[in-house]
């Protein structure tokens, strides 16, 4: 009997272990490996990782080979920019001559009967997935006339943005322009852009190929790092020593783990279940509370960008512009996990709290562009939310343009 129980044992232990090595081997032929030796297998990339300079190399290059026709640029003060005066997107994305997205010139001088609005922020702002006249700025100012106000909008928006760049955007190009109501269109996501210094270390996928200035919270203040913007010319030359490079202290999407395996990590198939766990843990408050890098990193970026907009004599917004699947977390039951900065951006500023109008029924495809951001439909409510906020505001006086006397000076005669 206990011969019969021990066979039985053994048998399934071998039956397990041919199992394991079956899986090891079928994911051993059909993952890949790419050109810096970076294994992946079903969409995970697996650990050991490997630092992506022939991706850098390859995307540095082509850049400068095709510098003259880019419609992204380097940027020292802010990473990276639009090309002025370029059509992005097949033709439906127009950057006018200040680098913003607009369809018509800017004079820096503000009409005297106009009032003028800017935003700021990521591809969120800029609007992405839809065409110049459906973005939700061009929606803003459609709303605002048809309550009887005379506006021009301002849209600074560049894809891939943290909120520091969006910061350094305004101080850079927006303060110029004099507006005078800024809107900060704040994502989410933003808060782990904030911690990164190179963007091809964050997308593992093909991406921007520069680095970009990062704010640190030191003593409570904020310092800036990477100021200018580490050329093109030097990216590579950085990934080659980067272990003992500065700013990699200061990176939150490098490890040291990147050159060095770990035992377990031999096996293929223990790296994809190690992967696809890490991927299945959801973000926490903890994650961006205020005991967190993210956390207090965010709340004294938006701080300082209030402070600068009020010393230039604008009333300053901030909306909440949310991702489509932080919104089916939400509507599924989940707890925002960046529910303490949300708190603090509503009790502390104008807010516009967007999320609160895109139902469970806004889940649905057809409201979302091909990368994922809002459709025509979406753009539009949003116009029209931010149009509400911004008239209510003006109406109870709680914003005071400081270059009119009076609102009828902007309002469209009837």
């Not at 059909?30 to 294994?39: H, N, W």
């Not at 933003?190 to 593992?204: A, C, P, S």
């Amino acid at each position: 009997m206990i011969r019969r129980f021990v066979i039985n044992i053994l048998i399934v232990c071998i039956s397990l272990a041919l199992a394991l090595m079956l899986l090891e081997a079928i994911i051993r032929v059909a993952g890949s490996v790419d050109a810096d030796g970076q294994f992946s297998f079903l969409g995970y990339t697996l650990e050991p990782y490997a630092l992506p300079i022939n991706r850098l190399k390859e995307g540095i290059n082509a850049y400068l080979h095709n510098v003259d026709t880019a419609t992204i640029l380097y940027d020292k003060r802010t990473g990276w920019a639009y090309r002025p005066n370029s059509l992005r997107h097949q033709g439906t994305f127009t950057v006018n001559s200040s680098g913003m997205r607009s369809q018509r010139e800017f004079s820096k001088d503000p009409l005297p009967d106009t009032l003028r609005i800017a935003a700021f922020g990521d591809s969120f702002t800029a609007g992405d997935d839809v065409n110049d006249d459906q973005v939700w700025t061009h929606q803003l100012k459609l709303a605002l006339k048809q309550k009887g106000m005379r506006t021009e909008v301002m849209n600074f928006g560049v894809g891939g943005y943290d909120m520091g760049q969006a910061l350094l955007r305004w101080q850079a190009i927006g303060q110029q322009f004099q507006p005078d109501i800024v809107i900060f269109g704040f994502q989410p996501e933003n808060l782990d852009r904030n911690v990164n210094v190179f963007r091809i270390l964050y997308i593992h996928g093909p991406s921007i190929p520069f680095s970009k200035p990062r704010f640190i919270v030191s003593d409570g203040n904020l310092e800036l790092i990477n100021m200018p913007a580490l050329p093109p010319e030097q990216m590579v030359a950085t990934f080659e020593a980067f272990a003992t490079h500065p700013l990699a202290a200061y990176e939150d999407y490098y490890r040291s783990r990147d050159v060095v395996s770990k035992w377990w990590q031999r096996s293929r198939l223990a790296a994809f279940i190690y992967e696809v766990t890490k991927a299945q843990e959801s973000a926490t408050e903890a994650d961006y509370g205020p005991a967190s890098e993210r956390g207090m990193l965010g709340k004294a970026i938006v701080g300082a960008f209030a402070a600068d907009v009020a010393e230039h004599n604008a009333d300053f917004f901030v909306v909440h512009l949310p991702l489509p699947q932080h919104m089916a977390h939400v509507h599924s039951g989940g707890k925002s996990p960046y529910r303490y900065l949300l708190d603090h951006l509503r009790e502390t500023y104008r807010y516009i709290p967007f999320d609160e109008l895109l139902g469970p029924e806004y889940m649905d495809e057809r409201y979302w562009g091909p990368t994922g951001h809002y459709g025509a439909e979406v753009e539009a409510l949003l116009g029209q939310t931010a149009a509400r906020a911004i008239s209510a505001c003006i109406e109870e006086r709680s914003c005071s343009p400081q270059r009119f006397g009076d609102p009828a000076q902007f309002a469209i005669d009837k």
